[in-house]
């Protein structure tokens, strides 16, 4: 079946990177878009950005253009999502999302927590 | 958020509830609208896509709607494992075709 399964959690210090990878199976990789959305606690859903496996080409949301870079690596069929100058205010549950043909996304990642620490 | 929803809606088992969503010609106009349920801890899950269509095993007392500018979820014989959060999801074209999000509704079984 198609799944996607994202790294484990992370903790980090304010300032510094991290890098969320997100491994797709039971699907052709190169076929559909990554989706990245972050969730912090309690709120709502927050758009970050998608790539294009096929061409690598990516498309960022303002609000974290210049500190967020989607990647892929094709031989493993996995996503990458690396946030940089993390800030408190960036400890969320960060989820992938396959974006399907009707540009939905379906189905998604279990989540992987970052926790910012100061 | 870009969407708007009402934070919070009940309803008793067995009744009817309808989730909005309000955008604008930039968003909802003109793009397709799908919406997403996520029980409590974990990750959402595609409960609409394209306005209108349900995803194979989504039950049909789930169906969706859009109108304009403005878009609708609507539960009928509401059960228990219906409470969750409820998200509409759209495109912007001002946002250079970035994904946009409404701000979620709670829905509680009384």
């Known amino acids: 079946q198609v799944q996607l399964v994202q790294s484990g959690a992370e903790v980090k210090k304010a300032g510094a990177s991290v890098k969320v990878s997100c491994k797709a199976s039971?699907?052709?990789?190169?076929?559909?878009?990554i989706k990245w959305v972050r969730q912090a606690t309690g709120q709502g859903l927050e758009w970050m950005g998608w790539?294009?496996?096929?061409?690598?080409?990516?498309v960022y949301a303002q609000n974290f253009q210049g500190r967020l870079a989607l990647t892929r690596n094709l031989s493993t069929n996995t996503a990458y999502m690396e946030l940089s100058r993390l800030k408190s205010d960036d400890t969320a549950v960060y989820y992938c999302?396959?974006?399907?043909?009707?540009?939905?996304?379906?189905?998604w990642g279990q989540g992987t927590l970052v926790t910012v620490s100061s | 958020s870009v969407l708007t929803q009402p934070p919070s809606l009940s309803g008793a088992p067995g009744q009817r509830v309808t989730i909005s969503c309000t955008g604008s010609?930039?968003?909802?106009?003109?793009?397709?609208v799908h919406w997403y349920q996520q029980v409590a801890g974990a990750a959402p899950k595609l409960l609409i896509y394209?306005?209108?269509n349900r995803p194979s095993g989504v039950p049909d007392r789930f169906s969706g709607s859009k109108s304009g500018t403005s878009a609708s979820l609507a539960i009928t014989g509401l059960q228990a494992d219906d409470e969750a959060d409820y998200y509409c999801?759209?495109?912007?074209?001002?946002?250079?075709?970035?994904?946009?999000f409404g701000g979620g509704t709670k829905v509680t079984v009384l």
């Open positions: 010609s930039s968003n909802i106009g003109t793009f397709d």
């Open positions: 999801q759209s495109y912007d074209r001002s946002l250079s075709g970035s994904g946009v």
């Open positions: 790539m294009n496996p096929n061409s690598g080409k990516t």
């Open positions: 999302a396959r974006k399907d043909g009707f540009w939905s996304a379906d189905p």
């Open positions: 394209g306005n209108n």
């Open positions: 039971g699907y052709t990789f190169l076929s559909y878009d």
